[in-house]
């Protein structure tokens, strides 16, 4: 699986973005997509999935209510809305593919090559 990450971005505090991932290659739609960010001296952190199977998204107490996922598997793509955007929302932001719906992201096989986004207070 190839995954394509973009629509990264500078903005200011309040702001928000759209991410895209879209997947190629030996994809199965019955996969999930998930994304996650990692900021300079931090651990990568789970920050919203989309299980293809049952079609519903998760996402980490941490974020909900400021983003959102949502995918269009006939376009093998996953959405994450990035609202509010916060100075510590800054992070290289990527997506992975795994056969399971998880947080944890050891159990992701395969990984974009990530989208910058700085948030300017």
């Known amino acids: 699986v190839q995954l394509q990450a973009s629509g990264g971005g500078l903005v200011q505090a309040g702001a928000s973005l759209r991410l895209s991932c879209v997947a190629s290659g030996h994809w199965f739609n019955t996969h999930t997509l998930g994304w996650f960010r990692q900021a300079p001296g931090k651990e990568r952190e789970f920050v919203g999935g989309?299980?293809?199977?049952?079609?519903?998204?998760y996402l980490p107490s941490s974020v909900e209510g400021r983003f959102t996922v949502s995918g269009d598997s006939a376009k093998n793509t996953v959405w994450l809305q990035l609202n509010n955007l916060k100075p510590e929302d800054t992070a290289i932001y990527y997506c992975a593919q795994s056969k399971t719906a998880s947080m944890i992201s050891r159990t992701y096989e395969s990984w974009g090559q990530g989208t910058q986004v700085t948030v300017s207070s």
């Open positions: 989309l299980s293809w199977h049952g079609g519903l998204p």
